[in-house]
C-alpha cells in the first residue's frame, strides 16, 4: 500500500513539475509561436511539396497525360511533373539553360561584389583614405534602393533600337547602337545586381574589420611577413566568417534575385530560375513552377549549409580580446588620391547615375527623345486631359502619379503593407528572441530558431507562389485569401521572419534575466514586466527590425508579384507592369517615388532610433 502511495506521490510531483514548466511564459510563447511558424513556414513548404507531385487541374492539359490516356484527379500524387522539368524533351529549355543562366548570374555577381565590397570596407576601415565617413554613409545607399531601378536606369541608357523599340540615352547621344550583349543578358544583370550587393559584403566586412587589433598584423610585419602574407595569413581569416556571411546573402539572394533578370533578361528570352517559374504560373503550370521552386530551394539550402561547415570547421574567429584595442590605419602612400579618384567616379557612376537617369526619363514627354523640348511635368502632377503640341493626349489620358486615384491607392498600398509588415515581424521578433533566449537549450527553442530561420532560404517568388496556391482556397476557419491585402501581410511577415528574429535574439540577449526576476520579485505579472521592463530594454532591437523591414517590404517585387490584383496593386508592381507594357516614364516616376519614401522613413526611423539612444543613455 505504502508503495502504491509513493509511486502516486512521485508521479503528482513529476506532473506538477512539468505543470509548472509548461507555465512559464516563455514556454507558453514558445508553444504559441510554434503552432504559429508552423502554419506559415513548414505547411507552406510541405504545400510546395505536395503541389509539385500532384495533378492540379491545369494539368489535364498537359502533352503526357493525354498520351499516356491517364485520367487525371485533382491532388493525385504523380511524378509528371518531374519528368517535365527533368527528364524531357522539354528540360534543355524549361530547366537546363534557366539553371545554368542562374548560376552564371549568381556567381558572377557573387565574386564581384564580395571583392569590390571586401575592398572597399578594408579601404575605408583600415586606411587613410581621405572622406571615410562620407564614403561609409555613401557606400550603404544601394542597399536602401532596390535593385531593380539600377536595371531600369541601364535599360534607359543602353536600350536599343533593335529590341527596345526607342533608342537609350547612349544611343541618341552617340548615335550609334550598342550591341544586344550590353543592353540585354547576363552582362548588364550581373553588372547591375553588382551594383545593388555589394553593399551587403562592404556592411559585413567593414564591421568585422574595425574589430581587429593592428597589433595583430604589425607583429607579423615585425616577424618578417610581408603584407601580402599578413593580408593571407592574418586580416583575411580573421574576417573570414564576415566574408562567409556576405556570401551567403549575395548568393542566397542572387538565386531569388526577379526583377533585374526580368527587367534585362525576357525582353531577349534569356531565362533564369525565377523568371521560367514566373512565367510557369503564368502559363498556368503551377506544377512545373514548384519543381523549379524546389530547386532554388536546394540550392540556397546547399550554401547555407557549407557556410555552416566551413565556419564550424574552425575552432575560433577571436578579434576582442581583454587587452587594449588598437587600430591603426594603413598609409596608402602615393596611391591614397587616385584610390580616392577612382572611388569619386564610382560612387557618381553606380549610385548617383542611376538616380539622375531615373528622374530624367519621368520627365520625358516622349521615350527617347531626351531634348530639353521634350521636358514636361505630366507623369508626376499632371492631368488626365492634357495635350501635346500635336494635340495628342499625353501619357495616353493618365493623370501624373500624384494625381491618378489609382497610383495613389498603390502607394497606400504599398506604405500600409510596409508598415503592417514592419510592424508585426518587428514584434514578432521580439516575442521569438525572448522565447529562444529565456529557454535558451530547449527542443522548443531549438525548433522555433530553426523554424524562424527557415523562410530564408525560400526565393521569394517560390514563396510568393506557395501561399498563392496555399491559401487560393479556405483552411480550416481562415477563408481563402487570394486577392486580399491580408495575404499580402500575410506573407510579408512570414518571409521577413528570419531578419527580425535575428536582431529580436541578439536584443534579448543583451537583457538581464535578474532585471527581469526583480520585477517579478515586486509582484509584477509577465504582461506588465513585458511592457514596463522588457520592451523597453529591446527597443533598439525592435526599431532595427522594423527598419530593416520597412525598407525591404517596400522594394519588395518578386515576393508580391504572383499576388496582387487590381485592388491590391503596391507600387513596385505597378513598375513592372508599365516596364512590360513599354511605358517607363510613369515606371520610373514611380521608381523615384518609392526611393524617396525609402530614403525618407530610413532617416525618420534612424531619428527615432538614435532619440531613443540618446533618453537611454541620459537616464
Known amino acids: 500500500m505504502s508503495e502504491a502511495v509513493t509511486k502516486t506521490s512521485r508521479t503528482k510531483i513529476f506532473l506538477r513539475r ?78 537546363l539553360i534557366p539553371l545554368l543562366n542562374t548560376i552564371l548570374i549568381t556567381a558572377g555577381l557573387t565574386i564581384i561584389a564580395l571583392s569590390f565590397g571586401s575592398v572597399l570596407a ?16 555613401l557606400a550603404t545607399i544601394p542597399y536602401i534602393i532596390p535593385a531593380w531601378p539600377i536595371a531600369l536606369a541601364w535599360l534607359n541608357i543602353f536600350k536599343n533600337t533593335k529590341v527596345g523599340g526607342t533608342p537609350g540615352l547612349f544611343e541618341y547621344l552617340f548615335r550609334v547602337t550598342p550591341p544586344d550583349w550590353l543592353s540585354y543578358g547576363p552582362i548588364p544583370i550581373i553588372i547591375c545586381l553588382s551594383l545593388h550587393y555589394y553593399s551587403y559584403a562592404f556592411i559585413t566586412v567593414s564591421g568585422a574589420l574595425a574589430t581587429i587589433d593592428s597589433r595583430l598584423e604589425e607583429t607579423a610585419e615585425l616577424l618578417g611577413a610581408s603584407k601580402w602574407q599578413v ?75 557549407m557556410n555552416v561547415k566551413v565556419i564550424g570547421a574552425r575552432k575560433s574567429f577571436v578579434t576582442i580580446s581583454g587587452k587594449g584595442f588598437k587600430a591603426k590605419p594603413v598609409a596608402l602612400g602615393r596611391w591614397k588620391y587616385i584610390i580616392l579618384i577612382i572611388l569619386i567616379i564610382f560612387i557618381i557612376l553606380g549610385v548617383f547615375t542611376p538616380l539622375y537617369v531615373l528622374t530624367w526619363q519621368s520627365l520625358m514627354e516622349q521615350d527617347g527623345n531626351y531634348s530639353l523640348r521634350n521636358f514636361t511635368l505630366h507623369f508626376w502632377i499632371g492631368r488626365s486631359d492634357e495635350l501635346n503640341r500635336k494635340g495628342i493626349l499625353i501619357g495616353e489620358g493618365q493623370a501624373g502619379i500624384l494625381r491618378n486615384p489609382m497610383m495613389l491607392n498603390g502607394v497606400w498600398n ?52 506557395v501561399y498563392l496556391t496555399m491559401f487560393a482556397k479556405p483552411i480550416g476557419p481562415i477563408p481563402a485569401l487570394y486577392g486580399t491585402f491580408a495575404i499580402l501581410v500575410l506573407v510579408s511577415v512570414a518571409k521577413h521572419v528570419p531578419y527580425s528574429s535575428r536582431t529580436g535574439t541578439a536584443a534579448m540577449m543583451q537583457v538581464n534575466k535578474e532585471l527581469e526576476e526583480a520585477g517579478e520579485l515586486q509582484g509584477a505579472g509577465f504582461l506588465k514586466r513585458f ?38 496593386k503596391v507600387l513596385t508592381t505597378m513598375i513592372y507592369y508599365y516596364a512590360e507594357i513599354g511605358f517607363h516614364q510613369f515606371g520610373d516616376a514611380i521608381t523615384m517615388l518609392i526611393v524617396i519614401i525609402s530614403l525618407s522613413g530610413t532617416v525618420i526611423i534612424r531619428r527615432f532610433q538614435k532619440t531613443d539612444l540618446a533618453k537611454g543613455i541620459g537616464g
Open 18 to 95: 512539468i505543470a509548472r514548466k509548461l507555465s512559464l511564459p516563455q514556454k507558453i510563447m514558445g508553444l504559441v509561436l510554434l503552432i504559429l511558424l508552423i502554419f506559415f513556414v513548414f505547411l507552406p513548404a510541405v504545400n510546395l511539396i505536395y503541389t509539385a507531385f500532384s495533378f492540379s487541374y491545369s494539368d489535364r492539359v498537359l502533352p503526357q497525360v493525354i498520351e499516356r490516356g491517364i485520367t487525371p484527379t485533382p491532388g493525385r500524387f504523380t511524378l509528371i511533373h518531374l519528368e517535365r522539368v527533368l527528364f524531357s524533351p522539354l528540360t534543355k529549355n524549361m530547366f
Open 531 to 568: 511592457v514596463k521592463i522588457i520592451f523597453p530594454l529591446t527597443r533598439n532591437g525592435f526599431v532595427a527590425g522594423f527598419m530593416l523591414s520597412f525598407i525591404t517590404v517596400m522594394r519588395e517585387l518578386s515576393l508580391v508579384v504572383l499576388l496582387v490584383t487590381p485592388k491590391t
Open 414 to 465: 504599398s506604405i500600409k503593407l510596409a508598415l503592417y509588415a514592419a510592424f508585426f515581424t518587428s514584434f514578432l521578433g521580439i516575442i521569438i528572441g525572448y522565447a529562444i533566449v529565456r529557454d535558451r537549450g530547449s527542443l522548443l527553442s531549438k525548433l522555433n530558431d530553426a523554424l524562424s530561420f527557415a523562410p530564408y532560404i525560400f526565393p521569394g517568388i517560390a514563396f510568393g507562389a
Open 122 to 137: 578594408w579601404l575605408i576601415v583600415r586606411t587613410d583614405l581621405p572622406g571615410k565617413r562620407i564614403f561609409a554613409n
Open 231 to 305: 593580408m593571407r595569413k592574418v586580416t583575411l581569416p580573421l574576417v573570414l566568417p564576415s566574408i562567409l556571411s556576405a556570401f551567403i546573402l549575395t548568393f542566397s539572394r542572387g538565386i531569388g534575385s526577379f526583377g533585374t533578370p526580368a527587367f534585362l533578361g525576357m525582353p531577349v528570352h534569356f531565362f533564369t530560375l525565377s523568371t521560367q517559374l514566373y512565367s510557369n504560373i503564368k502559363n498556368n503550370l503551377s506544377g512545373d513552377a514548384y519543381v523549379i521552386a524546389l530547386v532554388m530551394i536546394l540550392m540556397s539550402g546547399i550554401s547555407i549549409y
